[in-house]
């Protein structure tokens, strides 16, 4: 069996049984989060979200790029979202790389360097406050005023702020 057959099992077991409201696309919280796609961050279980409260946002680092503020711009102008929760964590896979190591890889195989910038960093704080200043610099985002941004030890399951 692979691992999406064992997905669709298991959705198949699970039913129809997931709380909350399904019937508008438009958050009824009001809030993106941005986060990264590792799958230690369990989102809907650490905010005890339920379906249709939050755009949920998700990619390498939980990192401000191009496509996370062509999300958030639509979110907020189409879908009536009005605050922005970015949720960066420890023990980040983007830790463990560098942007020229990861693109050099990348060429060899592939004998093209990718375009995009793979954003590694070091200091995740320092990445958060980056991120909030993204956003809150961006044109294209109409709400930047409510933007909070949090480290989430991913060994304890402790939320901290960064100020």
Known sequence: MTAIDL????????GNVVRGDRSSPRP?????????????IRVFEIFGLLQGESHVLRNAGGIVTDDAIRSLALSQRKLGTREILIVQHTDCGLNTVTEDSFKDELEEASGMRPPWAVEAFRDVDANVRQSIQRVKRNPY??????VRGFVYEVHTGVLREVV
Not at 7 to 14: A, D, M, Q, V
């Open 7 to 14: 997905l669709l099992e298991r959705n198949r077991e699970l």
């Open 28 to 40: 009824s919280l009001r809030v993106a989060i941005l986060t990264c796609m590792d799958a230690r």
């Open 141 to 146: 985002l109409l709400h930047t005023d409510l």
